[in-house]
C-alpha cells in the first residue's frame, strides 16, 4: 500500500498537525499501558488523553469514529485506537496504535494461561479465581447499567433493548440477526424524522489539530479510492485468510487449530456490538458447542483479561490457549496452547485493522448522517439487552453451581437450579457490587479484594 511509506507528502501533513510520530508512539503506549477496566474505561482514557490534554481530535470527531467502530464487529475501543492512529499517521499509525493496544494483553494473557493450566486447579489458585469471577459479574453488570444510561433515553429504546434480551436469552435468537433488525429500525426510524432516533449532541474543542489538518485539505490517505480499497482488502484479506487455509489444507477441519482458526475468523465477522456482547456469543460456543472450556472456566479467562490492559476479548487468547492444551496431539500441551493462542489472537484481530484501513475514508466522508446515527442508536439499545443476557449468564454460573437446559415451545435457555446456590460466591458478588455501585470503588480495588477474600474463604476451609 503507497500509504505504508513516509513520503513527502503525508511529512508535510504530519508537520501541518504538529505531531510528531515519536510522540504518537509515547501517547499509544500510554493508553495501552492504562487500558484497563473494559471498553468503557479504555474509551473514557483514550478521551482524557487525545481530546481534554493533547487536543489531537474534536469530540465530534472522536465521537463520530466511536460510532462507526460501534457499528463494526470486533472491539470498539481498539478499532477506535485504530482509526485515531490512522487519522495521524496513515496506515503504519494505525497498526502501531492498534497493535500496542493489545501487546500488554497479550503477555499478560499468556502468562495467566500458563499459570492456569499448570496449577489453576489447584487450591490457593482455585480460590483466587473464584474471587475474580464474583467482581467480574458486578462488573459486567455495571457496564448493563453505563450503557443503559446512555442508550436508553426513551421508551422506543428501552423497548428495543427489552426484545433483544428476550430474543437473545429465552429464544436463542442470533446476535448478527438482532443487530441487523435493530440497525434496519433505528435506519428507518432517522430517514423518517422520528425524534427517538436522532443522535445525541455533544459539545467538544473545535481546534484539534486532526480536524484543522482534515478542514484545511484532505490528505490522500482519507480520500475514498477504489483501487487503494482493493489494495487495502487484498493485503489485509491474505493476513488474515492465508493462515486459516493453510491450517485446513494442511491439518484438516477436525483438527484443534483449524477449528481455533474457523471459529474466530466467524466470530470477527459476526459479533458486532462490543466486547461484552461478543463475549455471550463466545461462551456459549466454547462452552457449550466445542466443549474447550467449561463456563466457570469462562468467568476464569473473563477475569483474566478484566485485571490486564487491553480489550475484554483477549479472552479469546485464554480459549485458544485451553482448547489447543487439551488436544496438542504431538505437541507437548504448553507449546500447542502458546501456538492456539496466537492462532485465536491472531485471526480476531486482523480484521479489525482491514475495517478499519477499508472502511476509514468513507466514514470520514459520511459525517453528520442522521440515517447512519439512528442505526448506531438503536443497535446500541440493542446491546444493552444482549450484555443483560451476559450478566444473567454469568450469574446462573457463578451463583448456582448446577444449571438445566429448558427447551420446548421455541424457548431455549438454562434455568438455575435454586437448591444449589453457592452461598459464598453470592455473598462476595453482593459485596463487589455494593463496593461499585455505592461506594464508587475502583474496579481494580474490586478485584484485588475479591481475590483476596476467595483465598481467605479458602483458607478458612469455606470453599
Not at 71 to 96: D, F, K, M, N, S
Not at 259 to 265: E, L, V
Amino acid at each position: 500500500m503507497t500509504d505504508l511509506t513516509a513520503d513527502p507528502k503525508a511529512a508535510s501533513h504530519d508537520e501541518a498537525h504538529g505531531i510528531a510520530f515519536t510522540d504518537a508512539l509515547a501517547v499509544w503506549l500510554r493508553v495501552a499501558i492504562l487500558s484497563f477496566g473494559g471498553p468503557a474505561g479504555q474509551i473514557a482514557v483514550m478521551h482524557r488523553i487525545l481530546v481534554e490534554e493533547k487536543n489531537w481530535i474534536s469530540e465530534a470527531r472522536f465521537l463520530h469514529a466511536l460510532n462507526y467502530c460501534m457499528l463494526l464487529p470486533g472491539p470498539e475501543a481498539q478499532q477506535l485506537a485504530t482509526y485515531i492512529g490512522w487519522l495521524l499517521h496513515r496506515t503504519v499509525g494505525g497498526i502501531v496504535a492498534g497493535g500496542l493496544f493489545i501487546l500488554p494483553g497479550v503477555i499478560a494473557i499468556m502468562a495467566l494461561s500458563y499459570i492456569y493450566a499448570a496449577y489453576g486447579n489447584v487450591g490457593l489458585v482455585e480460590a483466587l479465581f473464584f474471587g475474580l469471577k464474583a467482581a467480574v459479574l458486578a462488573i459486567v453488570i455495571q457496564a448493563v447499567v453505563r450503557i443503559g444510561k446512555r442508550a436508553l433515553r426513551n421508551r422506543v429504546m428501552i423497548a428495543i433493548a427489552g426484545i433483544a434480551f428476550v430474543a437473545i436469552f429465552f429464544f436463542a435468537a442470533p446476535f448478527p440477526l438482532i443487530v441487523v433488525a435493530a440497525g434496519v429500525i433505528g435506519y428507518i426510524g432517522a430517514r423518517l424524522g422520528r425524534p427517538e432516533f436522532a443522535a445525541i449532541e455533544h459539545g467538544g474543542k473545535n481546534a484539534a489539530a486532526i480536524d484543522s489538518l482534515l478542514d484545511e485539505t484532505v490528505p490522500e490517505h482519507v480520500r475514498p479510492s477504489a483501487s487503494r480499497a482493493l489494495r487495502v482488502g487484498a493485503i489485509w484479506l491474505a493476513l488474515w485468510l492465508v493462515p486459516v487455509a493453510a491450517l485446513l489444507i494442511g491439518l484438516g477441519p477436525s483438527n484443534v487449530f483449524s477449528q481455533i482458526a474457523i471459529f474466530f475468523s466467524k466470530m470477527a465477522m459476526v459479533t458486532f456490538g462490543g466486547a461484552y456482547a461478543v463475549l455471550a456469543y463466545v461462551a456459549q460456543q466454547a462452552a457449550n458447542y466445542y466443549h474447550w472450556v467449561s463456563p466457570r472456566e469462562m468467568l476464569d479467562g473473563l477475569g483474566m483479561a478484566e485485571t490486564t490492559p487491553g480489550p475484554l476479548i483477549m479472552v479469546v487468547q485464554f480459549v485458544g490457549f485451553m482448547a489447543a492444551f487439551r488436544d496438542a496431539g504431538g505437541l507437548s500441551p504448553m507449546l500447542a496452547g502458546t501456538l492456539g493462542g496466537l492462532l485465536a489472537t491472531w485471526v480476531t484481530f486482523t480484521p479489525c485493522f482491514l475495517w478499519i484501513f477499508l472502511g476509514g475514508p468513507y466514514i470520514e466522508t459520511m459525517r453528520g448522517n442522521k440515517a447512519l446515527a439512528g442505526a448506531l442508536s438503536a443497535i446500541t439499545a440493542a446491546v444493552v439487552g444482549v450484555i443483560l443476557n451476559l450478566s444473567i449468564w454469568f450469574a446462573l454460573h457463578t451463583i448456582f453451581r448446577q444449571t438445566v437446559p429448558v427447551h420446548g415451545f421455541g424457548l431455549f435457555f438454562d434455568a438455575p437450579v435454586l437448591r444449589s446456590v453457592d452461598w459464598p460466591a453470592l455473598a462476595l458478588s453482593i459485596a463487589a457490587a455494593i463496593a461499585i455501585f455505592r461506594f464508587n470503588v475502583g474496579m481494580l480495588f474490586v478485584l484485588a479484594a475479591s481475590c483476596i477474600a476467595g483465598v481467605l474463604l479458602r483458607l478458612v476451609g469455606i470453599i
